[in-house]
C-alpha cells in the first residue's frame, strides 16, 4: 500500500464502491441523534458506514430505535449533500473508518472519527505517533521544552501529533518537520480552511513534508467549540501524550484528559515551581502524569510499545542526548524564565531568597508525616507491601496511603521500576512486578 492509499483517495479517485461508502458515512453523520460515539458503535457493529445503512431496521436491538427513525425520516440529507458536493472539488484525499489504512489506534477510541480529509504524507498514519501539546500563551521555556522533545523523538522516528495552534503547538510541528518522524497536525477547522492565519508558513510545510487530517467538512470555520472535540484525535493517535506546558485553565489538559480515558500514557513537563504558566502541568504530575526532563525518559517508559519500530533510547542521536545533560535550552537564546520574582501576598516588596518578615510569634512548622521520615530503602519496602496487599493502584491513592508527596512519590517509583520491581500500567497504575 503506497503512501496515497494508506491514507485514502481524493473524491474523483473513488470507485463506485468507495463513494457509496462515502455516502453512507455523510448520512450518517449528519443525522439527527447519530453523535460520534453513536456513530462509531453502527461502525463496529456493521463493519461500516453502508452495512449500517442496510441493516438499519435491527438499529433497535442495539438500542438505537431513535436514531433509525430519525435516520428513516432522512433529516439528514441536505447536509449530507452540501458536504458530498463540497468534497467533489477538494484538494485532499478521504479517509474513511472502514479503509484498511484507518489508523489503528485511532479506531480503538469509542468515538473515532468516522472520516478524515488529509492533506500531505499519508505514510505518517502507519508510523508511531506521539503527541506533543501545550499552551498558545506559552513562555520561552515551554517553547524550548517542547521543541527539544519534539526535535529529539522526531529523529528517533517517532512523529509527533500536535494542534496547529499558536504556542506549544507550533513549536513542536516545527521542531519535528525536519526529523525522521516529521509531523501531523489535527485541524480544529475543515482541510481547507487554515487557522491561524500566523500559522500560514506552518501549514505550508506540514502539507509539504508532514500530514494535515479533518473530521470537520470542508470550508467549516474556526469555532471555539470544534477545537476540544478535535483532541481527541491527537490523543487517539498517539502512543502518548506529553504537556510541554500548561496553565490550569488550559485546553491541552482536554487533550491529557482524554488520553487517560484512551488508555494513553501522559506525560508532563513539571516546569518551575510557583511558576503559574506551569500550573496545569504540575497538576497532571500530582494526579499521576509521568514527569519528563528529558527525552530518554519518554523512550524508557515507551520501550515495549516502540520495540517493534526499533526505536530505543540508543536511536538518540548523540548531539541530543548531550543536550539533555544540561536540561531544555532556552528557545531564540532567550534565558530561561525561574521562580517569579514577585513575592507572595503577605510578604511584599521581599526579595526571592530573602528571610520573611519577623512575626511576634513564630508558628510550629508542622511534623512531617511518617513516611517522610523513612529512608529511601524502607518506603520503596512499604510501597511494595502495599501493592502486594491491594493490587495496582492509581498513584494519587498510593500517595495518600502512604503519606508520601507527588514528588517523593515519584522519584521512589521511578527507580522502583528501573529495578524491575513494579510495572506502570494505563491509567497512571502501578503493580508490583511478578
Not at 463493519?47 to 427513525?69: I, K, M, T
Not at 531568597?353 to 512575626?359: C, D, E, N, V, Y
Not at 510550629?364 to 512499604?382: I, K, M, N, S, Y
Amino acid at each position: 500500500m503506497d503512501a496515497t492509499e494508506s491514507a485514502g483517495r481524493p473524491w474523483r479517485a473513488m470507485d463506485a464502491d468507495q463513494r457509496r461508502e462515502f455516502w453512507a458515512t455523510l448520512a450518517l453523520r449528519h443525522c439527527k441523534g447519530i453523535g460520534a460515539r453513536t456513530l462509531a458503535k453502527l461502525l463496529r457493529l456493521y463493519g461500516s458506514a453502508y452495512g449500517a445503512v442496510e441493516a438499519r431496521q435491527r438499529w433497535g436491538d442495539a438500542g438505537l430505535l431513535s436514531a433509525s427513525r430519525e435516520f428513516a425520516a432522512e433529516s439528514w440529507r441536505a447536509a449530507a449533500r452540501r458536504e458530498w458536493d463540497s468534497a467533489r472539488g477538494l484538494e485532499a484525499r478521504i479517509l474513511l473508518w472502514s479503509d484498511p489504512g484507518y489508523p489503528p489506534l485511532l479506531r480503538e477510541i469509542p468515538d473515532a472519527p468516522a472520516v478524515l480529509y488529509c492533506r500531505g504524507d499519508g505514510s505518517l498514519l502507519r508510523a508511531p505517533v506521539f503527541a506533543v501539546v501545550g499552551s498558545r500563551r506559552a513562555t520561552a521555556q515551554g517553547k524550548a521544552a517542547a521543541a527539544y522533545m519534539a526535535r529529539c523523538l522526531a529523529a528517533c522516528g517517532l512523529t509527533i501529533v500536535s494542534g496547529m495552534a499558536q504556542g506549544i503547538d507550533r513549536v513542536a510541528h516545527e521542531a519535528a518537520l525536519g526529523q525522521v518522524g516529521r509531523s501531523i497536525g489535527v485541524l480544529g477547522t475543515g482541510i481547507d480552511v487554515r487557522y491561524p492565519a500566523a500559522n500560514a508558513p506552518v501549514f505550508a510545510a506540514m502539507e509539504r513534508e508532514g500530514l494535515l487530517v479533518s473530521e470537520f467538512p470542508p470550508g467549516t470555520p474556526p469555532m471555539a467549540a470544534n477545537f476540544p472535540v478535535r483532541n481527541r484525535i491527537i490523543s487517539g493517535l498517539a502512543l502518548g501524550v506529553l504537556v510541554a506546558e500548561a496553565a490550569s485553565r488550559s485546553g491541552s489538559l482536554v487533550t491529557a484528559r482524554l488520553a487517560l480515558e484512551q488508555n494513553r500514557e501522559v506525560y508532563a513537563v513539571p516546569g518551575p515551581a510557583l511558576d503559574a504558566h506551569c500550573l496545569g502541568s504540575q497538576d497532571l504530575v500530582r494526579q499521576g502524569a509521568r514527569p519528563v526532563f528529558n527525552a530518554e525518559d519518554v523512550l524508557r517508559d515507551l520501550a515495549a510499545r516502540l520495540l517493534p519500530y526499533g526505536i530505543s533510547p540508543d536511536t538518540l542521536p548523540e548531539a541530543e542526548k548531550a543536550a539533555a545533560a544540561d536540561g531544555f535550552a532556552a528557545a531564540d537564546g532567550a534565558a530561561p524564565q525561574t521562580v517569579a520574582a514577585a513575592a507572595p501576598a503577605g510578604d511584599a516588596g521581599r526579595a526571592v531568597g530573602a528571610a520573611p518578615a519577623p512575626s511576634a510569634v513564630e508558628p510550629t512548622p508542622p511534623a512531617p508525616p511518617v513516611a517522610a521520615l523513612l529512608a529511601p530503602e524502607a518506603q520503596g519496602a512499604r510501597l511494595l507491601a502495599h501493592l502486594r496487599e491491594r493490587g495496582p493502584l492509581q498513584v494519587d491513592a498510593l500517595g495518600l496511603a502512604l503519606g508520601l508527596a507527588p514528588a517523593a512519590l515519584s522519584g521512589l517509583l521511578v527507580g522502583l521500576e528501573m529495578q524491575g520491581k513494579v510495572r506502570r500500567l494505563p491509567g497512571a497504575r502501578y503493580e508490583v512486578q511478578a
